[in-house]
């Protein structure tokens, strides 16, 4: 058996954690891999630069186990890591960092891009909530963390798309427009803020029946789900079209900071929760939304 340096040199892995969790190897394929090894390498590349120490790795992956056991435990999944990816996997001992030219990581290249402003590569980057469907059945510690932390990043993406469907209707680039507001009404439906981007952005554009077809679907997700109506904004809006359907030069343009409404803490306290529920609109679209 060839050593793990001469078969991994100059190779890259990759860790994708947004959406789920799941190595993939420089061929391309999907490595098989035991779920605590998995999740030692999320909690490893969450940490980033900063690194995560040993006792913390312990305390998220054998919170049940003895001391001496929990350690031995841990020696064991670092072995085995070490063996399949490279002796260089790991940057130090204590704390542990991923060492990004053997395993790169989407979660690492997300977080850099909102870093730099780089909103529309850390949209492209997000392909679902951190870790999601993945969890340790006899670790509460470690999906807490993982729920904390899905939380945290639903709520940078949400900011970025915000970002960039402020900066399109800034400047009246309605297509632009229209597809982020579309982008973060499909993440959370129920919020009243992207409802009434959206709804703008294509009465703005020509559209309004579209307009009129995505309040109803809001209105109607916003009842079954939450019991209540639409934001008293997003009725103001429905009302307006209805009357001057072919004129709807008066709907004006506004960014993201002119659309606050009475449900912006409601869709703030949502998204933080880093819940998420699959269910059907009234237009038949099937959408994940946060409850």
């Given amino acids: 058996m060839s050593s793990s340096r001469e078969t991994h040199a100059g190779s890259s892995f990759r860790l994708l954690t947004l959406g789920g969790l799941s190595l993939v190897a420089p061929t391309g394929t999907v490595v098989r891999q035991q779920r605590r090894r998995l999740a030692l390498l999320a909690l490893v590349a969450a940490a980033r630069d900063r690194g995560v120490s040993r006792d913390k790795l312990i305390a998220w992956l054998s919170p049940e186990s003895t001391t001496d056991s929990a350690r031995h435990s841990l ?3 670092l072995y085995y890591l070490r063996q399949q990816a490279g002796e260089n996997v790991f940057i130090g ?12 990581s989407d979660l690492m290249e997300f977080e850099t891009a909102i870093t730099a402003g780089s909103f529309e590569r850390a949209v492209g980057l997000y392909k679902g ?35 960039l469907a402020g900066e399109a209707t800034e400047r009246s680039d309605h297509a632009q427009s229209i597809k982020w507001w579309r982008q973060l009404a499909d993440q959370d ?3 009243g803020r992207a409802a009434l981007g959206l709804m703008r952005s294509l009465a703005a554009s020509g559209d309004a029946p579209a307009a009129l077809v995505h309040a109803r679907a809001h209105e109607s997700l916003v009842r079954t789900e939450l019991g209540s109506g639409p934001d008293p904004e997003v009725i103001a809006l429905v009302a307006d079209l209805q009357r001057a359907p072919r ?9 993201s900071s ?3 409404s009475d449900g912006t803490a409601r869709d703030r306290h949502r998204i933080a929760q880093g819940k998420t529920a699959t269910v059907r609109s ?10």
């Fill in 75 to 77: 020696h064991q999944l």
């Fill in 129 to 163: 909530p951190f870790l999601d469907g993945f969890h340790l059945t006899d670790s509460s510690e470690f999906d807490e963390w993982a729920a904390a932390e899905r939380s945290r990043f639903a709520t940078a993406f949400a900011d970025a798309l915000l970002r």
């Fill in 93 to 104: 001992s204590d704390p542990l960092v991923l060492n990004p030219v053997i395993v790169s």
């Fill in 258 to 260: 002119n659309i606050e």
């Fill in 247 to 255: 004129a709807n030069s008066h709907v004006r343009d506004v960014s």
């Fill in 282 to 291: 009234t237009a038949g679209v099937t959408r994940c939304i946060r409850e």
């Fill in 189 to 191: 439906p129920l919020s």
